[in-house]
């Protein structure tokens, strides 16, 4: 989310430690499920083996450790009795380590198994600004500058889950854009998409569409110097979880100062006019899925919490 939004929400976060402490005391749990998020997760986790020392303590979605913090993983294995994992080389991972993780399977291949397939509608292009306001303020005017230089085509929003339809207006407001709540058909129907970093780019590749990935933060200069300077604070050379699993950039990643109008504009007139350019994208997308799996993550991980 970046640092000043964090910021931002520090009285918020202190209230849910309380209140999830509480609850934890309380309700004296037989197992403690932790999701993504290690700032918080990880505290819990040493107030629940101090407290509640019988409560079994299980991280599903672990942090990113090889990605940074790597000195987080041997926490996460003082702490917790099982990590599952939903990236494939993470097992691999641990082991360097001398820890267990197991795959379970990424949850977004396995809700694209569900999804019905549609056919694609010529000349639309997708836009998917992020599931958060500050997201969608920072990120949609841009991208819908780039995709209004190609008159052609149909440009659709891809409105996301709890954001009021009326949020949307002020961005559409003198443009030729659309707004739907269907996005996996709209993605799956459009000759190429913009995307929001972040699982949305796992799920456009999955449904089978041309991207290029964006994503803004907050003093953007200096966060593209740092990323200048990448060896030095990450483990890691991609930030989608598209380039991540396949460890290869396989869509273009136009991030904080690399996020603008006419990189954008550029790459998405690669995606729709260079035809070999986009059979590569569409090959290595099959690549990436098959490298994820059919493992149904869902019931994989509640099979080992329940019966272990």
Not at 140 to 158: G, H, N, S, T
Not at 299 to 304: E, L, M, R, V
């Amino acid at each position: 989310m970046g640092f000043v939004a964090v910021l931002a929400h520090w009285r918020e976060v202190i209230d849910n430690f309380r209140i999830a402490r509480q609850a934890l005391l309380e309700e004296k749990p037989d197992v403690l499920i932790l999701i993504d998020y290690p700032s918080f997760n990880l505290r819990m986790a040493k107030f629940c083996r101090r407290h509640l020392p019988d409560t079994k303590i299980v991280y599903y979605i672990p942090p990113k450790v090889w990605a940074w913090k790597r000195r987080r993983i041997h926490t996460i294995a003082r702490l917790c009795d099982e990590v599952l994992g939903i990236f494939p080389f993470e097992p691999a991972f641990y082991a360097r380590y001398g820890y267990s993780c197991t795959y379970v399977g990424h949850p977004t291949a396995e809700q694209m198994t569900r999804i019905p397939r549609t056919h694609r509608i010529p000349r639309t292009l997708a836009i998917l600004p992020g599931s958060r306001p500050s997201e969608i303020r920072h990120c949609l005017p841009k991208m819908l500058q780039a995709a209004q230089r190609f008159p052609d085509y149909e440009i659709v929003v891809c409105a996301a889950p709890g954001i009021n339809e009326d949020f949307y207006t002020p961005y559409l407001f003198r443009t030729h854009a659309t707004l739907t709540r269907d996005t996996y058909a709209c993605v799956q129907q459009a000759s190429a998409a913009i995307v929001n970093s972040g699982t949305a780019t796992l799920e456009t590749a999955l449904l089978g569409c041309p991207q290029v990935a964006v994503y803004h933060l907050a003093c953007s200069r200096l966060i593209g110097w740092i990323r200048w300077m990448q060896p030095l604070f990450f483990s890691i050379k991609h930030f989608t979880p598209v380039n991540i699993i396949v460890d290869k950039a396989i869509i273009k990643e136009c991030i904080a100062n690399e996020f603008t109008v006419d990189k954008v504009a550029d790459e998405l007139n690669r995606l729709l006019h260079d035809e070999a350019y986009q059979k590569e994208m569409l090959a290595n997308y099959e690549h990436l899925s098959a490298l994820l799996g059919a493992h149904p993550a869902s019931a994989t991980a509640a099979q080992i919490i329940t019966t272990q």
